[in-house]
């Protein structure tokens, strides 16, 4: 499959629906919080997805006061966890739910890691900046991208060459 | 261990406060997040001579797990590991043996501060004790 491709994939609405409906789930962040209901599975919450919340919501649990890390690290943002659920849901479906943790900053750390010199990493601020960084074998690279509605393309790119790394 | 300066093959310990902190797969790893910075510094302890099992009690004196128990265990770094990614140690001894990772970019630079912890990790030796 052509990188193109991949990133047209499951690619979120365009820009203004994804802002909007981050807004929505911001103001509605104690609802995110809870446990999907009889009612939520009756509309076909996916395997993947509700993996990948539960992944957020115990990460976001964990750091839910400050110092959580035991070295003062600040509480887990909610908006930042909410970007990071759209983030996840945007991506190809292939690609497997990254390890979701906290960083010092509160800010949704996801990680995908294949080996010591094999992983990638997402930082994802609550206004939606992207702070990436990869390590393969004796490469790096990082940057920041902004997140409004589909993945950027370097981000999914990151993935793809990290995943076939990983099947050789 | 009262120098100052630490010399360039000289062991520090990690403490892993948190599961999330290594990976027991592929026969274990340590994650990036272990080594990001707090407030510009990563703690560490110079290990210099010490064996194993004083390395273990070190931990449990002065590093508490999220979970109020010891340590899960220690990413092991050479100074040199250090100081090849442009960072250095202050070797401040408060507690004893204590140390800084400092000179990290600030944290207006989330990536490159990510990928420096990623080679850090990468680097790193991991022993786990529970």
């Known amino acids: ?168 | 261990v009262k120098n100052q300066t630490a010399e360039a093959n000289e062991p520090v310990a990690r403490f892993l406060r948190r599961s999330k902190d290594f990976t027991r797969d592929g026969g274990g790893s340590i994650k990036p997040k272990a080594f990001m910075p707090h407030r510009g510094a990563t703690s560490v302890f110079r290990i210099l001579e010490m064996n194993d099992s004083d390395v273990v009690v070190l931990g449990e004196l002065h590093v508490r797990s999220v979970d109020g128990l010891a340590p899960y265990g220690q990413a092991r770094l050479l100074v040199s590991d250090i100081t090849d990614v442009k960072l250095s140690l202050n070797c401040d001894n408060t507690p004893e043996r204590h140390a800084d990772i400092v000179d990290w970019p600030p944290d207006s630079e989330i990536p490159r501060q990510i990928s420096i912890a990623q080679e850090l990790a990468a680097r790193a030796r991991l022993i786990l004790t529970r």
């Open chain 1, 1 to 168: 499959v052509s990188a193109p491709a991949l990133v047209s994939t499951n690619m979120l609405p365009v820009a203004e629906d994804a802002d909007r409906a981050v807004g929505e789930e911001a103001s509605r962040s104690r609802e995110y919080l809870r446990e999907p209901s009889v009612q939520d599975r009756s509309i076909a919450i996916g395997q993947r997805e509700r993996a990948a919340y539960v992944r957020l919501r115990d990460a976001l649990l964990e750091a839910s006061t400050e110092g959580w890390d035991g070295e003062g690290g600040l509480a887990a943002q909610e908006l930042s966890f909410v970007r990071a659920k759209y983030f996840i849901q945007g991506l190809p479906s292939y690609f497997p739910i990254p390890d979701i943790d906290v960083s010092s900053q509160g800010h949704a750390l996801l990680e995908w890691h294949f080996g010591p010199r094999a992983v990638l990493t997402v930082d994802v601020a609550p206004s939606g900046l992207l702070s990436y960084a990869s390590l393969l074998g004796r490469n790096t690279s990082y940057g920041t991208e902004s997140f409004s509605g589909g993945i950027p393309r370097i981000i999914v790119l990151a993935l793809d060459r990290l995943l076939s790394s990983a099947r050789l």
